[in-house]
């Protein structure tokens, strides 16, 4: 089992780059593949979860070029073109990807199976198996609700029926799922959520000239389009350059600077959270590459408060939780943290992981059935902390060992490569 173990030691000084947005490198892959023509991707994540996507489509006869380096050439093969994968499609630890491509496969000619790890299978998806089976899919997993390994049956292009769905949570997965449907069902498919949830998948579908229609917390998609390729530049992923932000915020003398990171709207909520709690963050040179917005985010070290947290600032930093309750750790008062309850079912329940770690940490951590309260400012001991395979909780105990006494060791680390590969000696470089 692969270990980290991180010890304090000076600031953070310097500049960086994180890898390529994860969400952005999934969707990317996903438009190319059904696009008309050769989409050429520059900064695409070489995780394994958005390596595992653009193996899936290989497997469904895509030609893709380029995932040893991050440069892709995606040859397109329309909407139609692609064909029967010889076995089931291992997803591996990707929510992302399972969800998305059960949704796109919805509306093919041809069924498949979808799986994944051991943590994915434990995961359940009748939240898009419910509104897909609304639509004429044929979808089904294990049990009520409907754990991999997901078999869809063919449907074929048009044979879905198009929906207006209420969604009773805001996710972009689920969103996501139900549009990509869309495409292959007759007429207009609208979500509609209590709270707007990422939008990559809209922006990238508008860009490769699919008709969108958007009224308040409704977006929607006309079935038939045709995609047309686009070359597109990925920026640096707004949820990994978190855990640098957080880093120099906590670190006395800490002054970083992470270059080219996403800073799309509805992905902006761990810069609105750490600024409310008294961080220095200030954002540089903000540009426009494609379809999504990118900047500098300039972190220096500040004392940091608690505060509340919940509502559409939760929902724009969903992803962001645990290394949130690691600043609020290192907080003076009391952080709270609500309306967090899908945190339950991701790589592992998060909420319960962070307690526990927490917990290790000697820091007063209570959990709720939506979140957690965090009481902040006390001494941060060293520990040996389990992961639970969760890449995100990893590398939050990872950055809280900057200011633990005696350093921590984070055990079942190799879950941190799904989706930031060399992230440790990233760290290092800038001590």
Do not use: W
């Not at 029967?84 to 291992?90: I, M, N, S």
């Not at 409310?276 to 590459?289: D, G, K, Q, R």
Request: glycine share 14%; aromatic share 4%; proline share 5%.
């Amino acid at each position: 089992m692969e270990t980290i173990t991180i010890r304090p030691g000076g600031p953070l000084k310097g500049e960086l780059s994180v890898p390529g947005d994860k969400s952005i490198s999934h969707r990317a892959v996903m438009f190319g593949a059904i696009a008309d023509g050769v989409s050429r991707v520059r900064g695409f994540l070489t995780g394994e979860d958005s390596v595992n996507t653009a193996r899936a489509f290989g497997a469904m006869g895509v030609g893709i070029d380029g995932l040893d380096t991050g440069d892709l050439i995606i040859n397109g093969v329309g909407p139609d073109g692609l064909k029967p994968p010889e076995g089931a499609l291992d997803l591996g630890n990707s929510g992302t990807s399972i969800r998305l491509l059960t949704g796109l496969l919805a509306g093919q000619g041809f069924g498949c199976t979808l799986t994944g790890d051991e943590y994915l299978c434990r995961r359940p998806m009748d939240r898009i198996v419910k509104p897909l089976s609304m639509m004429g899919a044929k979808v089904r997993g294990a049990g009520e609700k409907n754990y991999p390994p997901l078999t869809i049956e063919p449907s074929g292009r048009g044979k879905l029926t198009a929906i207006s769905y209420n969604s009773p949570i805001a996710s972009a997965q689920v969103k996501s799922s139900v549009l990509l449907a869309g495409l292959y069902a007759d007429g207009v498919t609208t979500v509609t959520e209590p709270v707007k949830s990422r939008d990559h998948t809209e922006r990238m579908l508008r860009y490769m000239g699919a008709e969108l229609v958007e009224d308040g917390l409704t977006v929607g998609v006309r079935g038939g389009a045709r995609l047309a390729a686009k070359d597109l530049t990925v920026p640096g992923d707004i949820s990994s350059a978190a855990f640098f932000m957080v880093a120099a915020a906590i670190t006395p003398g800490s002054d970083l600077l992470i270059r080219n990171v996403g800073i799309n709207p509805t992905r902006t909520g761990i810069i609105d959270i750490l600024r409310l709690m008294n961080a220095a963050i200030t954002v540089e040179e903000p540009n426009s590459e494609g379809p999504e917005p990118v900047a500098d985010i300039r972190v220096e070290y500040s004392e940091l408060r608690g505060i509340e947290i919940g509502g559409e600032l939760l929902v724009r930093a969903i992803d962001e939780f645990p290394i949130v309750c690691i600043a609020a750790a290192c907080a003076r008062g009391i952080t709270t943290v609500r309306d967090a309850s899908e945190l339950r079912v991701k790589e592992s329940d998060r909420i319960a992981a962070m307690a526990a770690g927490l917990d290790r940490l000697g820091v007063i951590a209570r959990e709720t059935p939506d979140g957690i309260t965090i009481d902040g400012g006390c001494r941060i001991e060293g520990a040996e902390v389990d992961s639970h395979g969760d890449h995100r909780v990893a590398m939050s105990m990872a950055v809280a060992g900057l200011v633990a006494d005696g350093g921590m060791t984070i055990t079942d680390t190799a879950c941190i490569n799904t989706s930031f590969p060399g992230f440790a000696g990233l760290l290092e470089s800038v001590r």
